[in-house]
């Protein structure tokens, strides 16, 4: 994903070439680039990955953008001598949003190269004009299969294509640290009172901090005994610490910072 160094959303492709690679497969990574590489990136890059990192140019101004359509141009003959560098059997296309992946379709389809895609999130405000829905279409057709961490998402891009999948499937995506053989001791606490945790980073408009906030202020909520802890970390801590103090919740919400062993939450 093109937002953050990391996050939920990395889990799924990172594991899975983890595991690929303790099989004695052969692995080339591509990502953004990142000034600080994440530890998880920095460790297979060490351990079973070719890395090549690329750089983001943010959308603003004109001249930006003009810019943008230039380097598009060149970022297609980037991929497709990525792909004709490495020949992967294999491209797994893992996106922040579905539509972000379009520019490694286009090259692998040029290529000749078999590829998957991973629409990890999307959203109602990315839908795309009549040219982009067009190239869209035609490269998640060319795809072998083309995953979704939710129905909603698919559905979602269903409508804004006008087109429907006839090769999408459904695919989970948590940490092999989160399966268990059977259900986890139920925790100690007084009966009365009932504590809530709520994983994920700190940014409410794709996390909903906000929303969980507004209804914990909410009468109806007000009068139970309930709190909820938050763990992850994020640009927005003081935001939302501001939003509980100014709705009378800060007693109620507790900021557990990120943790790496989610089972033991």
């Known amino acids: 994903m093109n937002s953050v160094p990391w996050g939920g959303s990395e889990i799924l492709w990172h594991e ?4 690929l690679a303790k ?14 590489l994440p530890g998880p990136i920095a460790k297979a890059k060490n351990e079973w990955g070719t890395h090549h990192s690329f750089v983001l140019i943010k959308k603003k101004s004109l001249l930006r953008r003009a810019t943008n359509r230039l380097l598009r141009l060149q970022s ?4 497709r001598n990525w792909l004709r560098r490495h020949r992967p059997r ?3 296309i893992s996106n922040g949003n579905a539509f972000q992946g379009l520019v490694w ?3 692998a389809i040029a290529e000749n190269v078999p590829f998957i895609t991973i629409a990890q999130a999307h959203a109602d405000f990315l839908s795309p004009d009549d040219s982009e829905a067009i190239k869209l279409i035609e490269a998640f057709s060319a795809a072998k299969l083309n995953y979704f961490v939710s129905k ?36 100690n606490t007084p009966e009365q009172h009932l504590r809530l945790a709520c994983v994920a980073r700190l940014h409410p408009a794709s996390k909903g901090q906000d929303i969980l906030f507004n209804v914990l202020a909410s009468p109806r909520w007000q009068e139970r005994e309930l709190s909820v802890s938050l763990y992850g970390t994020g640009d927005q801590e003081q935001c939302l610490r ?6 009378g919740i800060s007693d109620r919400v507790q900021f557990m910072g990120h943790t790496n062993t989610p089972e033991s939450i």
């Open 16 to 19: 899975t070439a983890d595991i």
């Open 105 to 107: 379709m286009e090259a």
């Open 90 to 92: 294999l491209l797994c």
């Open 23 to 36: 099989h004695g497969h052969n692995l080339a990574l591509a990502t953004p680039y990142w000034q600080d």
């Open 76 to 79: 297609l003959d980037f991929h």
């Open 242 to 247: 501001r939003l509980a103090s100014l709705l």
């Open 152 to 187: 909603a998402n698919q559905e979602m891009v269903e409508s804004q294509l006008g087109w429907r999948f006839g090769n999408a499937r459904l695919i989970a995506n948590h940490s092999f640290h989160l399966s268990t053989k059977g259900p986890l001791p139920w925790p």
